[in-house]
Structure formats: structure tokens, C-alpha cells
């Protein structure tokens, strides 16, 4: 079931720079007991004629006037990069169909193409999908496979609730057309592992009718209707036992391997909405537990939301399929101490602390 590649984090080596005491000025003439003047040192570094702002205030600025062009740049230019960048869409949801309310099926193909080519500009480690690639029909997948395998880097799929809505074609069929060896799994990249789960593993849409997971789904689906819970909606879905105790498997390596992780699934889990996972209060308990676990990012629910608590983001990416000719995705840039989300189209950018 565990579909993981692992990867060792390259460690640069720090420059060592030599303090400035160390440096010193040697063979300006000067007179006996005379000290060397200003203009003197530029001369013998070669900088006379320069134009230095802080030398006309009487030396570097102290730590209350503000900083100069000169020191600004040096800030820049120190600037960490990030580990690594990667790309995020939801909710693509292509349909040969004509729009219906605020989505626009048939307008998400020129969408996604115009996602794959800017995201084809930009160096990046990855690319996930996070469910509903299609609305409905098998045959859509032909239509968007192609443009989404154009991406140059390696690419992912989360499955959503749409990506079931198969007609007459088996269900089964739809984790091997996207080239799934299985439906949760997981991988590695510079000191992070990426979980992804399958949040519609116990559900009615990816169960055949009779079969034990759609049984079980029946069941957990009216409890929630009787507690007059939000998400209680036959298009939502749940986690098996046996994905739980693999998640926990996982998390418990990537705390002894000091790993970071980041967890994909298609339902959000907090705060409570009608698109929420069924055991969502279950889920994100778990997942605050683990301090490894630095965010939670989702799709399903199309105006996107965010959310933060006990230290744990929960991001959840707005729908691309929504509105006539405005796209939604992003890409996450991953630094040691934060998440930088820039987004396009309809998706806020944000800055994300991680917890320690």
C-alpha cells in the first residue's frame, strides 16, 4: 500500500568570513605621529572616487537610524532561498458540459493549460492535484491527462469525490488511469515527507453498491445525519482504520528521521464545514499531535479557506473551475522556518510560519 521515495537533504557548507580586525592596512604612508586620514585608506583600497552614504553620517548607522542603500543590499543579497518549490491546483473539474451557476467545466481546459505552461517557466521540485480533476465522465480524463502530463516536473494526483463520477465505467478503474499504485502513499524531498491520503476510501461514490466499504459508508453517513452534523453529505467520505494506522506508521517514522511532513487530501478537516472529512475532529487531533506535521492543505471546498490551530495550518485551495476566466492555483516555496504561498488567479497569496 506504501508508495514512498526518499531523498537525503544536500547540507551546504557555511563560508567562513574573516572579521574585520583581521584585515589590515599596510604600507600607507603617513607622517610621524600623524594619524592616516580617510581619504589615505580609500586610496590604498582602491576606493577613492566611490560614493559611501554612511561615511558622509560619521561612520556605519547605529541600530536606531534607519539603514542605507548599502546595507539594504547586503540584506538582500542574504536572503535564503528556499529548499525547494512546488505547485499546487484543486478542483480543475473538466466537464463537456455548459456552466452551471458559477463553474464553468468546459472553460477549465484552456485554464489548465495556461497553469501547466506557467508553472513549466518556473524551477519546481513537483506538482500535485488535489482531486476532481473531472466533474463527471471517464472520458474527460482523456481531455486532461495530456495537459497536465505536459508539466515538466514530477507530478501527483489526490483523488476526489468528482473523480468517481465514472458512469458506467468501473471504479476501480479510476486510481490505475491516473497511474495510482495506490489510492494513499507517500514521499520524500530535502527533509520533508508529503503524505497523501485518501479521504473517500469509505464513501458511496468510490465503493460499488453492496460492497463493504459503500456498507459502512451507509452507516457512518446516517450517525452523522442523526447527530445533524454539517458534513453529513453522501459527496464526503472517510479514512479506513487501516489508512489511520498507516498514517501513524508514517508519522511516527518521519519524527525519528526528523523529518517535516506536509499532508494532502481532498476534504478539508478544520474548521467544521458541510465539505468536511467525516472523522475530521479524529484526523486533525491526530495530526496536532505530531509537531512534525507543519500543514494540512486541501481542496473540495471551492471559495478556499484558511486556518490556523494548535500551531497546524490548515489551507484549503480555491476550485479552478469556478468563474468564467479567472484560474486559482499556486505555488509553495519551502524554507526552513516558513511556507511561502504565492498564488495566482483567485488564490491568496500567504507566508506560513511553521511550528516548532
Not at 18 to 35: D, Y
Not at 134 to 163: C, S
Request: glycine content about 10%.
Amino acid at each position: 500500500m506504501e508508495q514512498a521515495v526518499s531523498e537525503t537533504a544536500a547540507r551546504d557548507r557555511g563560508a567562513t568570513e574573516t572579521p574585520p580586525a583581521a584585515i589590515g592596512l599596510q604600507g600607507i604612508p603617513t607622517e610621524t605621529g600623524r594619524r592616516t586620514t580617510r581619504r589615505e585608506i580609500l586610496a590604498a583600497l582602491g576606493l577613492l572616487g566611490l560614493s559611501f552614504p554612511f561615511l558622509a553620517c560619521g561612520g556605519a548607522p547605529g541600530p536606531d537610524q534607519p539603514p542605507t542603500v548599502a546595507r539594504a543590499a547586503i540584506t538582500k543579497d542574504n536572503t535564503h532561498s528556499p529548499l525547494f518549490s512546488f505547485g499546487v491546483l484543486a478542483d480543475v473539474q473538466y466537464a463537456d458540459a455548459p456552466p452551471a451557476g458559477t463553474r464553468f467545466y468546459r472553460n477549465s481546459l484552456g485554464k489548465l493549460e495556461r497553469c501547466v505552461a506557467d508553472l513549466n517557466t518556473r524551477h519546481l521540485a513537483f506538482t500535485i492535484q488535489l482531486g476532481d480533476l473531472i466533474d463527471k465522465d471517464f472520458a474527460g480524463f482523456d481531455r486532461l491527462l495530456p495537459i497536465y502530463e505536459r508539466l515538466k516536473t514530477t507530478r501527483h494526483h489526490v483523488l476526489g469525490n468528482h473523480d468517481y463520477a465514472v458512469g458506467d465505467t468501473p471504479r476501480q478503474a479510476v486510481p490505475a488511469k491516473l497511474r495510482l499504485k495506490a489510492s494513499y502513499y507517500d514521499f520524500a524531498r530535502k527533509g520533508w515527507r508529503f503524505i497523501v491520503l485518501d479521504g473517500g476510501e469509505v464513501s458511496t461514490f468510490a465503493n460499488p453498491p453492496g460492497s463493504e466499504g459503500y456498507v459502512r459508508a451507509q452507516e457512518i453517513l446516517a450517525g452523522l445525519g442523526e447527530r445533524g452534523a454539517p458534513n453529513a453529505q453522501d459527496w464526503n467520505g472517510t479514512v479506513s482504520p487501516a489508512q489511520i494506522t498507516w498514517l501513524k506508521g508514517r508519522l511516527d517514522a518521519a519524527a525519528r528521521n526528523s523529518e517535516n511532513v506536509l499532508v494532502f487530501c481532498h476534504f478539508p478537516i478544520y474548521p467544521e464545514r458541510a465539505e468536511n472529512l467525516w472523522d475530521d475532529k479524529m484526523l486533525s487531533e491526530l495530526l496536532e499531535s505530531y509537531p512534525c506535521v507543519k500543514a494540512y492543505l486541501a481542496g473540495h471546498n471551492h471559495g478556499g479557506e484558511y486556518a490556523e490551530h494548535n500551531g497546524l495550518h490548515y489551507l484549503t485551495f480555491k476550485g479552478m473551475v469556478e468563474t468564467e476566466n479567472t484560474t486559482a492555483y499556486a505555488v509553495l516555496d519551502v524554507y526552513p522556518d516558513r511556507l511561502k504561498v504565492t498564488g495566482f488567479g483567485r488564490e491568496p497569496s500567504r507566508d506560513l510560519p511553521l511550528r516548532r
